[in-house]
C-alpha cells in the first residue's frame, strides 16, 4: 500500500479510518516537534538536506531522494505488508495465528518492550546534536541528518504502537519518550550506551557500527514477534537501519584507510608523527573500539536471563533469523553454552537455552562485529602494516551481567583492582587521547573538501559523486 505523504501523518495503517487514534497522535506530533527543535540536529531548522524519504514500503518506493528541512520531514509511521496466515514462530504458542491485539497477560511485557526500544530512538538523536557543527565533509553531514531523521521516525514507529494498542498507559509512556533525555542526571534513558556522549565523529562512526548493530539484531528479534504489528513494524525499521550501520562500517573504514596513507607517507609507527600529520593513530583507534564495543555489549541484557526466557516462551521476541533456525523453536529441553565468571574464574557453563536467549543473540552480534573488523583489518594489510584491530573479550570493561562485579583485561584474564587501573588508559580512550580526537573536530563542509583524518567515500550517495551539495545551508 503506498503512503499519503501529505496527510498530517503519513501513514501506511489506515490511520484515517481511526479518528480517535489520528487524534491522539495528531497532539502528540506537536510536543515532537518541539523536542525536534530544542533537542534535535543543531542550528540546522533552515538546511535543505538531500534525504531519503520513503513513500511506500514496497522496494521500489521506500528509498525516495530529494531536498527536505529537517522539521518537514515526513515523519509518519511505515509497516511492513501482512503476511497473509503468519502464525507465532516459536514459543508455547508456536502455530497459532499471529496477535493483531495485545494479549492481556502479555501486556506489561509488550510494553516494556516496545519502551525500551522507543527510548533508544530519541536518546540517539540527543547524543548526536552537535556532530553536526564539526562534520568532516558535507557528505558524512548529510549521513548524518539522515539518521537522526531516521531514528526519529523510529520513536513514532515505536509511539504508534503504544497509542493505537496500549490505552492511556501508552499515552503516558508516548509522552515520557520526550521527557527523559540522554544523560540527564534526574531523568536518563533507559538504557547505559545511550547516556554516554557522543562527542566526536570517531565515536560517532564506532556507534553507527556498535552500537546500532545492536538495533540491527534486538529489531531482527522483535521482527520475529508473535504481535504481528510489533513484528511489521520492525520489519520496515530494518530497511533503514542497514544504511546507519553502513555508515559505521565504511566510517572507520575511511579513517582506518587514511591513518594507513598517512603511515605510509611518512614511512612510520610513531602515534606521535602519525598525530602530528593530523591522522588518528591505530591504537587510539583500538582504544575507541574498545569502549564502544564493551558498553554495546551490555545492551543485550544478563547472559542468563527469565526475563529473556519469558519473552520468548510467550511468543514476543524470538531469536534473530528464528525461522532459519533448526531446532523445535521452543527450546524447554535444548542446552546452551555460556561464558560466565564464578568464583573469579571465567568459565563455559551449560544451561538450559531458554534461559541463554540473550546470551544467543549477543553471540550472534560477536559474530557479525568480527566480521566488520576482519574487513578494517584487510584494509590495513593491503597497505602492507603490521597491526592488527582486536574485539577485546567479551567480559572487558562490562557494567551488565556475569562480568560486571570484576575487572577483565581486554585478552580475558580476570585482574586485579591495581592492574585494571594501571591499564586503563592504554585500554580505553584516556582524556589525552579525547582531547586529541576532539582537536581534530572542525566543520569541512564545502561540497568535495574533506578533514585530513578522514578518507573520502568510495562513492556518493544515491549515485551523486562525493562533491555532490547534499546540504544547502541556508
Ligand atoms: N542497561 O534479565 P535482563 C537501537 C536490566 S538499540 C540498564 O537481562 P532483559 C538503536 C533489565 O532492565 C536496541 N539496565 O533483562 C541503536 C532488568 O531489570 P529488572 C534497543 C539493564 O529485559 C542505535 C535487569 O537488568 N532495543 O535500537 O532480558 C541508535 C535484568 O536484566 C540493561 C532493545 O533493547 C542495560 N543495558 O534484557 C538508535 C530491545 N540490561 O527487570 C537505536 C528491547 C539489562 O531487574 N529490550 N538491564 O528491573 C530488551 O529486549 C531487553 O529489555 C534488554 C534487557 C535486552 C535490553
Redesign the pocket.
Known amino acids: 500500500m503506498s503512503i499519503d505523504l501529505n496527510s498530517r501523518i503519513p501513514n501506511n495503517v489506515n490511520l484515517a479510518d481511526d479518528r480517535r487514534l489520528q487524534r491522539a497522535l495528531e497532539s502528540w506530533q506537536p510536543s515532537f516537534i518541539d523536542w525536534w527543535k530544542e533537542l534535535g540536529p543543531e542550528g540546522t531548522l533552515n538546511h535543505d538536506v538531500y534525504l531519503r524519504t520513503a513513500v511506500s514500503v514496497e522496494a521500489e518506493g521506500w528509498a525516495n531522494f530529494g531536498y527536505v528541512k529537517m522539521p518537514d520531514y515526513r515523519w509518519g509511521i511505515f509497516v511492513a505488508p501482512p503476511v497473509e496466515g503468519r502464525t507465532i514462530p516459536f514459543g508455547e504458542h508456536q502455530g497459532q495465528p499471529v496477535w493483531q491485539e495485545v494479549p492481556g497477560e502479555y501486556r506489561a511485557s509488550l510494553r ?2 516496545i519502551v ?2 522507543g527510548d ?2 530519541p ?2 538523536v540527543e547524543q548526536q546534536r552537535l556532530l553536526g557543527l564539526t562534520a568532516p565533509s558535507m557528505y558524512d553531514l548529510r549521513n548524518l541528518f539522515q539518521v537522526n531523521c531516521e ?1 526519529g521516525r ?1 520513536l513514532w514507529a515505536m509511539v504508534y504502537l503504544l497509542h493505537a494498542y496500549f490505552g492511556r498507559d501508552g499515552r503516558e509512556e508516548a509522552e515520557m519518550m520526550l521527557q527523559r533525555h540522554s544523560g540527564d542526571v534526574d531523568k536518563p534513558r ?4 545511550f547516556n554516554e556522549e557522543t562527542a566526536d565523529w570517531l565515536s560517532y562512526f564506532m ?2 557500527f556498535f ?2 548493530r ?2 540491527k539484531f ?2 531482527s ?2 521482527a520475529e514477534s508473535g504481535f504481528d504489528p510489533l513484528a511489521r513494524t520492525c520489519q520496515f525499521m530494518l530497511t533503514e537501519e542497514a544504511h ?1 550501520m553502513f555508515i559505521g562500517t565504511t566510517g572507520v573504514m575511511r579513517v582506518v584507510t587514511r591513518t594507513c596513507e598517512v603511515m605510509n607517507e611518512l614511512k612510520t609507527e610513531d602515534p606521535e608523527k602519525i598525530r602530528e600529520a593530523g591522522a588518528i593513530d591505530l591504537q587510539t583507534l583500538q582504544k575507541y573500539l574498545n569502549f564502544h564495543y564493551s558498553v554495546s555489549l ?5 547472559e542468563v ?4 526466557a519469558n ?1 520468548y516462551t510467550a511468543g514476543l ?1 524470538g531469536r534473530f533469523e528464528e525461522s532459519k533456525i533448526d531446532d523445535d523453536h521452543v527450546l524447554k529441553d535444548g542446552l546452551s553454552r555460556v561464558t560466565m565468571l564464578e568464583d573469579g574464574v571465567i568459565k563455559d557453563v551449560e544451561y538450559n537455552a531458554l534461559l541463554a536467549v ?1 546470551e544467543r543473540l549477543r553471540d550472534d552480534y560477536v559474530d557479525d562485529c568480527q566480521t566488520g573488523v576482519n574487513r578494517w583489518n584487510k584494509a590495513i594489510k593491503r597497505h602492507k602494516i603490521d597491526f592488527e584491530l582486536k574485539l577485546p573479550h567479551r567480559g572487558f570493561h562490562r ?3 556475569t562480568f560486571s562485579d570484576a575487572d577483565i583485561s581486554p585478552e580475558g584474564q580476570v585482574i586485579s583492582r591495581e592492574e585494571w587501573e594501571r591499564n586503563a588508559d592504554n585500554w580505553l580512550p584516556s582524556e589525552g587521547d579525547r582531547v586529541f580526537v576532539i582537536s581534530l573536530q572542525k566543520a569541512c563542509v564545502e561540497p568535495g573538501k574533506i578533514a585530513s583524518w578522514v578518507a573520502p567515500p568510495s562513492r556518493g550517495i544515491d549515485g551523486h559523486p562525493f562533491d555532490y551539495e547534499y546540504v544547502r545551508f541556508n
Open positions: 516494556r518492550l525500551t526500544q533508544t530512538e536518546a540517539s531514528e523510529h533507559i538504557l547505559g550506551a556507534f553507527t552500537t546500532d545492536d538495533g534486538q529489531l528479534s522483535l546507519h551490555d545492551l543485550f541484557g544478563q536471563s527469565t526475563n529473556a519473552y521476541k540473550n557494567a551488565i551481567g
